[in-house]
């Protein structure tokens, strides 16, 4: 008997596209019409048809819910952080999807709490809500902060007097960054353009007074503004970048009123940023290398013949930040992929890295706002260790477990492992892979897996710990990581190893890296599912036509899948600003890097793995129709019947449900689908 869940057919619309000569129909360009009835309609469709599908795994996705939920303690408290005369913390309660933001005067110990922020009261009414900026002014008086309550990452500027609760009336739209002044009645912020979303625009506002003046409005449309202090409190610090250049401008925090000084000029491919230490500003810079070096000059003589070398460029290391405190500098670097810090005493540069037990790990600084201090807040995570703030003393070394991330119900680290390994892609480039699994999951080539990656923008894929992650791994799934070209890994060079001309490697040592799970016996080659999420869902898409055969189903969140028609329109949001990670399609050469493997124009008649592809209406990074039309593409041409489901969320943006709960319950339907097409579930999909 046929079923009668038939999958949503998506109108062919002829819209015909000539592109460099060559002629590519574009069918599905009607869905970008939000204003069209039959696009929601459509959408709607393809949720009530995923529902269906999945209908038989609901019990298990409420049985995910629920394991995940248990693990979580629902009413929890951050590590309070000392600033001033304020222990300042967020705390959740349970029941509450948002957090809630307090301070208390002095110690945890000692005077009632001051809720700073409820985010559930502000939440109330919307679908969606977002904490942008949370900035306290010097005094401790007043509160700047924004919200977005769309997904759009449209952000809304206030500014709330603490000690009488009484909103002072400053509303300011579409905010990206704030920093006040120390006289706490200035503020600067920067705001984006209304179509592109480019930060392009920095006011001054004093409160109570006129409007805010703009003080600058940026006219390179690759650049972006954002605004910040130094860690000494001494310097506002206007920050201008592109994927590849970058500048700075400065202003002392004590002089408001005062035109902004311009440090180093901006230069074609050099990039750096600052921070200040007493005489002297201290900056991270390209200069010499691609993964960076450290200089520093005189606060009133920064150019390119006063800097003085602090740390110099390393092939081998990746120079990823620093942070000045009183008596010491803190170095994030990244070496054979793996995140450390080091310590540098000032007063007679002893240098040591902190000391981190597991092959593979996350490390980074926590909070530290106070200025003079000798024990720092240290963060640190693994696949296996869960999230982790240290006191550690930067003299003595010591350190002390503030608070490590409960999993609820008992969790024992020994019943898993973490492991890295290499593939070889095959120009013979070695390509990092971690890798978690239970102890005891045999590695003779049956084992189910989920394969992540990214691979763009020369970010890392973090290797970081997951409770709700664990429903996979007691099922015996292998979750690994491919850290392909074009992420951050292995510094600069590897990035670009990965992008414009190179971006192939991303898929070709993505391949190698399933490849080489397999070959090891690490994982069964006809069990691993693969997930990927904005520019790892074009990674997704362009392995997929490469190998459509290869991958037992295929995790697909807020693609990046239409790479040519989009990057081909500069009116959208970020596309200019983008051209140096992926090519300007305008120019021929360029053109053919993308023609050569965007996801959607590469769509050919034939099979298709298992496919969930998901995405938000409001998204403003990856529109929604990008999925839609390549959904809509493959239904037309594939030759097979496996389930292809796609799921927009009608009321939020790029990261999906603000709300814990709601997010947990995307996750559970995401986990559902995974161990359905992995066969490590009976439950099936609807026919």
């Given at each position: ?53 999945l ?8 049985q ?9 303690k ?5 590590v309070p ?24 005067r002095?110690s ?8 700073l922020?409820d985010?559930?009261?502000l ?7 977002a ?6 002014s ?10 977005d309550t ?5 952000y ?43 930060s ?8 109570g007074?006129?409007?805010?003046d ?16 130094t ?16 500048d ?14 311009q440090?180093?000029?901006r230069?074609?491919?050099i990039?750096y940023?600052?921070?200040h ?7 991270r810079i ?5 993964n ?8 009133g ?10 740390l ?13 405190f ?9 070496e ?12 007679d ?16 600084l926590h ?15 693994s696949?296996v260790?869960?999230?982790?703030v240290y ?8 350190r002390?477990?503030l ?17 890295r ?17 239970r ?42 990581i ?15 190893a ?6 192939r490697n ?14 090891t016996g690490?994982v069964?080659?006809?069990?691993t599912?693969?997930e ?18 290869r ?6 969140q ?24 992926w090519?300007?399609p ?6 053919g ?44 041409i ?5 389930p ?13 449900s ?5 997010r947990?319950r995307?996750i ?12 490590c ?7």
């Open positions: 008997m046929p079923s009668q869940n038939l999958p949503p057919v998506a109108d062919r619309r002829p819209n015909p596209v000539v592109r460099h000569g060559e002629h590519l129909p574009d069918d599905y360009a009607w869905l970008r019409d939000r204003e069209d009835p039959a696009v929601l309609a459509l959408l709607e469709a393809e949720n009530s048809y995923a529902t269906a599908v209908a038989p795994t609901e019990p298990l996705q409420e995910l819910y629920r394991e995940m939920l248990g693990r979580i629902e009413t929890d408290l951050s952080v000392r600033r001033g005369e304020y222990w300042y913390y967020s705390r959740t309660e349970e029941g509450k999807q948002y957090q809630i933001h307090c301070r208390r002095e945890m110990a000692s005077g009632g709490e001051e809720v922020l985010l559930n009261t939440a109330e009414g919307t679908s969606y809500l904490l942008g900026d949370f900035a306290i010097d005094d401790a008086t007043l509160l700047a902060y924004s919200l769309t997904g759009y990452r449209q809304t500027l206030f500014v709330l007097e603490l000690a009488s609760r009484r909103d002072l009336g400053l509303r300011r739209e579409r905010v990206t960054s704030v920093a006040w002044a120390a006289d706490g009645t200035t503020l600067f912020y920067v705001t984006e353009d209304p179509d592109t979303k480019r392009n625009q920095l006011w001054r506002q004093r409160l007074g006129a409007p805010g703009l003080v600058e409005e940026e006219a390179d449309e690759a650049v972006s503004l954002s605004v910040g202090r860690r000494s409190r001494e310097w506002l610090v206007l920050h201008r970048g592109s994927h590849t250049t970058s700075c401008a400065v202003l002392l925090a004590a002089e408001a009123t005062t035109a902004w000084r440090l180093l000029p230069s074609a491919d990039e940023d600052i921070d230490h007493g005489d002297h500003f201290y900056l390209n200069d010499a290398g691609r960076f070096r450290l200089v520093r000059a005189p606060v003589n920064v150019r390119a013949a006063t800097l003085e070398q602090v110099p460029h390393r092939p081998e290391v990746m120079l990823e930040g620093h942070d000045c009183a008596g010491h500098l803190i170095v994030s670097e990244r054979a992929g793996i995140t450390q810090l080091a310590v540098h005493r000032l007063d540069n002893a240098t040591h890295r902190i000391e981190f037990p597991e092959p593979a790990f996350e490390a980074y909070a530290n706002p106070e200025w003079d201090l000798t024990v720092v807040r240290v963060g640190y995570q696949l260790t869960p999230a982790s006191d550690y003393n930067l003299e003595t070394r010591d002390v477990l608070k490590q991330q409960e999993v609820v119900g008992g969790y024992d680290a020994s019943r898993f492992v973490s492991e390994l290499e593939a070889i892609a095959p120009d013979g480039t070695r390509v990092p892979v971690s890798l978690v699994r102890t005891d999951v045999p590695r003779d080539g049956s084992a189910p897996c989920l394969l992540h990656g990214y691979g763009a923008y020369g970010y890392p894929y973090p290797v970081s710990f997951s409770s709700g992650q664990l429903s996979l791994l007691e099922r015996g799934v292998v979750v690994a491919a850290h392909v070209r074009g992420g951050g890994e292995l510094g600069k060079p590897w990035h670009d990965g992008r414009m001309a190179q971006k991303s898929f070709s040592d993505f391949l190698a890296v399933a490849d080489h799970l397999a070959e690490h069964g080659r006809d069990r599912a693969i990927g999420g904005s520019a790892g869902g074009l990674l997704m898409g362009a392995v997929v036509n490469l190998a459509p055969s991958f037992a189903a295929v995790l697909s807020v693609p990046f899948v239409d790479v040519l028609n989009t990057m081909s329109d500069a009116t959208l949001p970020l596309t200019v600003g983008e051209y140096d990670e090519g300007n305008e120019i021929a050469e360029e053109y890097w993308m023609r050569g493997y965007c996801p959607y124009t590469n769509l050919v008649a034939g099979p298709y793995p298992v496919m969930l592809v998901r995405t938000s209406l409001n998204d403003s990074q990856v529109m929604f129709w990008e999925p839609a039309k390549y959904v809509a593409r493959i239904r037309a594939r030759s097979d019947d496996n292809l489901l796609f799921l927009t969320n009608l009321g939020a943006g790029h990261g999906g603000s709300g814990r709960y709601d947990l995307e559970a339907t995401d986990y559902a689908f995974l161990l359905t097409a992995l066969k579930e009976p439950a099936g999909f609807a026919p």
